[in-house]
């Protein structure tokens, strides 16, 4: 169960991130940029989950901090999005 999880949570993430960039490509908004950059750095953190919890349970390939690196890297650009880019 925990595979489906993983891998929906990183399809979502991608689906939200095309969804958003395209909408920047479209509106030219900065901030759905911002917003697109975010969710591919947590579709990022989403698929090294998957591959260390559910390819390789046994080894630790990635690191917790390298995983949680691309988290907070995409909640980073998000925040300065909402600070620097907000009209």
């Known amino acids: 169960m925990a595979k489906v999880v993983y891998l929906l949570c990183a399809v979502t993430s991608i689906a ?3 969804m958003l960039l395209r909408g920047y490509r479209r509106m030219r908004q900065r901030f759905l940029l911002w917003c697109g950059l ?6 990022i953190n989403n698929v090294l989950l998957f591959v260390d919890n559910v390819l ?7 690191p917790m901090s390298l995983r949680a690196g691309f988290a ?7 925040l300065y999005g909402l600070i620097w880019d907000a009209d």
Do not use: S
Request: charged share 5%; aromatic share 14%.
């Open 72 to 78: 907070l890297a995409g909640l980073g650009l998000l």
């Open 16 to 18: 939200c991130a095309v």
């Open 56 to 62: 390789y349970p046994d080894v630790v390939l990635f």
């Open 38 to 43: 975010c969710f591919i750095a947590l579709m």
